[in-house]
């Protein structure tokens, strides 16, 4: 344990790890979705009308929002969201509200640093991605050494407890690929409530992947370049991390003399996804711009699900199940929501741009749809009564 008033090095490490991480991704989300319309454009107006090329071979980026350039941009982000795909989502399942917050504070920053360089710098936004992504690197190889370590060991058995955990290294590797494996083959035969806990993390993430077609949707509605984009989504992140940080204080002050855990647990899963679905399906009408914003605002409030629900999902396991193989489960059916969204969507919305029939919006309502089937499955949760009488 960590003494008296000095954090945990390992949790240091951790959020370290996971906010560098993100950092980066956004930080090179920012800058890929820019480079591949880029290229895509050029590649365009070479056949079509090569004088919009200008001397440094860079096109107008009001130039590339028409349809041959963006459907194709749309299935690349697919391709490349499943490439990228981390279970970052299931990383934040094991961590509270305030690291979450400082997880999409990240985000904050990588957005912020988009908006600020995509036009002119792209190159150096490419490389801060990098360095973060190797600071990242150099702390994540730093931890396994940090991990099963006590401060306080006795000097006599010093050496006999580094040999013993020598030695129990290959048994805790063995160990967690039999976890992993039975996680996997068994991943929806569990009981209630774990099984519905599973299948809402299934449907809610793959809901949420929607969020990848964001940068491109609000640039073609808003007619917006994308660092002004980026501008949006920082303020969007910051909102979420705002939230994050709120969460805690209004559950202990508010909530919990009122209700259960469980209750508030479940309380906050099903307010966050009614914000979800409410603010995905009026994003996905061409509003006006303040609205439009509001509708964005109004889906990013629904925050707190993941931590809520995992919580709620430890605190209900049957006898025989573990909170490691209940986490276990829950990052494979996010990876899996993940791999098989990705393509999805990106599909839908490339088809919409295609179409003249077909809304843009499409691909957002369908997601307000598996929000609202995703509500439909929540009710079936229960939460222990609460003890405390209410005042």
């Known amino acids: 344990m960590a003494s008296e008033g000095r954090p945990d090095l390992r949790v240091v490490l951790i959020t370290a790890v996971l906010v560098l991480a993100n950092l980066a991704m956004c930080i090179h989300r920012s800058s890929r979705i820019y ?97 973060c992504g190797m600071v990242a690197l150099v702390f994540n190889a730093w931890l396994p050494s940090q991990l099963g370590k006590s401060i306080k060991s006795p000097d006599l058995h010093l050496q006999d407890d580094q040999a013993n955990k020598r030695d129990e290294i290959p048994r805790i590797i063995l160990d967690s690929w039999r976890s992993s494996l039975n996680s996997i083959t068994t991943i929806f035969r569990v009981p209630h409530p774990t099984s519905t806990v599973i299948w809402t993390f299934l449907l809610y993430s793959f809901a949420t992947r929607v969020e990848m077609l964001n940068p491109q949707y609000i640039s073609l509605t808003l007619s917006w370049s994308l660092a002004t ?106 990876i899996l929501a993940g791999l098989v969204a990705a393509p999805f969507w990106s599909t839908v919305f490339s ?28 009710r079936s949760l229960r939460g222990k009564e609460s003890d405390i009488p209410l005042v």
């Open 35 to 131: 480079l591949f319309q880029q290229s895509l454009c050029l590649q365009y107006y070479i056949e079509t009308d090569a004088q919009k090329i200008s001397p440094q071979w860079v096109v107008e980026e009001t130039l590339c929002k028409i349809k041959p350039v963006q459907s194709t941009l749309s299935i690349i982000e697919g391709v490349d969201a499943f490439l990228q795909l981390l279970p970052a989502d299931s990383v934040r399942t094991n961590t509270n509200n305030r690291i979450s917050a400082l997880y999409i504070l990240a985000s904050v920053g990588g957005s912020a640093l988009g908006s600020i360089l995509l036009s002119r710098h792209v190159f150096l936004l490419n490389w801060l991605g990098v360095f």
């Open 229 to 334: 984009v980026h501008s949006l989504l920082a303020g969007n992140a910051l909102l979420s991390a705002i939230i994050l940080f709120a969460l805690p204080t209004i559950r202990t002050i508010y909530l919990a003399p009122r209700m259960s855990d469980q209750q508030v647990d479940l309380l906050i899963v099903r307010t966050s996804l009614l914000l979800n679905a409410m603010g995905m399906a009026g994003f996905g009408i061409s509003l006006p711009s303040p609205l439009f914003i509001a509708a964005l605002f109004l889906y990013t409030s629904g925050t707190g699900f993941y931590d809520s629900l995992t919580t709620f999902g430890i605190t209900s396991l049957p006898v025989n199940q573990t909170p490691a193989d209940f986490l276990v489960r829950c990052g494979l059916v996010q």
């Open 351 to 378: 088809l919409c741009l295609r179409s003249d029939l077909l809304p843009t919006g499409l691909p957002f309502w369908i997601s307000a749809g598996l929000f609202g089937w995703t509500i439909v499955l929540s």
